[in-house]
């Protein structure tokens, strides 16, 4: 004669198995919500170094052909170094417009470590420039060349700007992160593939 447990036993097999795949959707939509964000975060962040690099083009040539000497230099350089930065916005964005959320959990952790490793990358690329801007003002100020001295000074205010841009956007995106386990706690990885863990 069949035991309770017995009876119990293909009821609940059958409504865990019911419920497998709502689990698995649930966890493909909050994967597929969370590189939407970090899109939208890099789409954010685009924009603002692409107004930037306007502003800069605008008012760098604007000023470049009304002053002389270090601050026509200060002015120039802007614009130049700004039309650079408007490309690599405008590319930045464009990629970001192309990208879709990806549901997959191994491509999610891929492009979340992508992004932050190329942002602490830049961070240090920016403290280059910097370094850069500071040796041509030293340099200008040894060969008495205002124009030098104007490309270092603006060299070092681009720098600094794009150090605060990235180390900011790195904060975002790292804060970011920390949701990713919350939304994968269901999930257990191992040998045999994922599983998932269900609370009764």
Known sequence: MPTVLQKTLPVLLFFFLW??????????????????ERI???KHGMLILG???VGNML???FMAGRTSGELQ???????YWNGVNLLIAGFGYYSAMKELPNPELWATIQQQYKIEKI???????????????LYMLERGKRKDDARIRGFGKSVI????FLMSFDVIKFLYHN????????????LSLGSNGIGFKVMF
């Not at 795949?21 to 939509?29: G, I, K, L």
């Not at 205010?157 to 600094?160: D, F, N, P, V």
């Open 19 to 36: 419920h497998i795949p709502s689990f698995a959707q649930d966890e493909t939509n909050a994967l597929k919500q969370y590189n939407l």
């Open 40 to 42: 939208q975060y890099n």
């Open 51 to 53: 107004s930037w690099a």
């Open 59 to 61: 008012w760098g040539g």
């Open 73 to 79: 230099g200060f002015h120039q350089m802007n614009a």
């Open 119 to 133: 942002l602490l990358v830049n961070a240090g690329l920016d403290v280059a420039y910097m370094a850069t801007g």
């Open 157 to 160: 205010l681009q720098g600094a």
């Open 175 to 186: 804060a970011h992160a920390k949701d990713l386990p919350k939304m994968v706690e269901n």
